[in-house]
């Protein structure tokens, strides 16, 4: 049964140790392990403690702290094993969301780049429409000559129309 004094309807009230660990310095931090484990340094220097340890526990028989079947070698590989690859796994989900972001904003930026190229194709079309409707001083030039040159012609032919007594002068003996 129930304690006295203590009501159902309220949870009872445990005290946990929390840790208030912020997820980007993990990761930030598990990045920078992961870095280093895919580094040609980590493996020479790997490799230098790994042939070290193999030849003094082979050699100085006094200080074997690890016999031939390297057990305890094996050991550490393992441990290192189990912490490295959940902190590779971790800078590369950290790199896919930065990789995800960075692909979104790309897109974006695509995506305005071609409004922008589109508007700019559309006002270049209405740049040239009213050029095209635009007079050119040749062309005002040829219109101005064929204008001169019919009006001569008219000119010409009024001036053979008209009687001796030239423009404006009539017959008023009627």
Do not use: C, H
């Amino acid at each position: 049964m129930s304690e006295p004094g203590r009501k159902l309807d309220t949870p009872s009230t445990r005290r946990t140790i929390s840790f208030n660990l912020d997820s980007d310095v993990v990761g930030m931090y598990s990045e920078r392990v992961a870095r280093f484990l895919g580094t040609g340094r980590y493996l020479a220097i790997q490799t230098v403690v790994v042939i070290v340890w193999i030849a003094l526990n082979l050699v100085a028989v006094s200080i074997r702290w690890d016999p031939y079947p390297f057990i305890l070698l094996n050991l550490a590989f393992s441990t290192q094993a189990a912490y490295a690859a959940p902190l590779i796994l971790l800078a590369q989900n950290r790199q896919e969301n930065r990789d995800r972001v960075s692909l979104e904003e790309d897109r974006l930026r695509s995506a305005q780049t071609k409004a922008d190229t589109e508007f700019l194709a559309r006002e270049l079309a209405a740049v040239r429409l009213a050029v095209g409707d635009t007079v050119t001083r040749d062309y005002l030039r040829k219109e101005l000559d064929d204008l001169l040159d019919e009006l001569t012609e008219r000119l010409g032919a009024t001036a053979d129309d008209e009687p001796s007594g030239g423009p404006g002068t009539r017959d008023r003996t009627r």
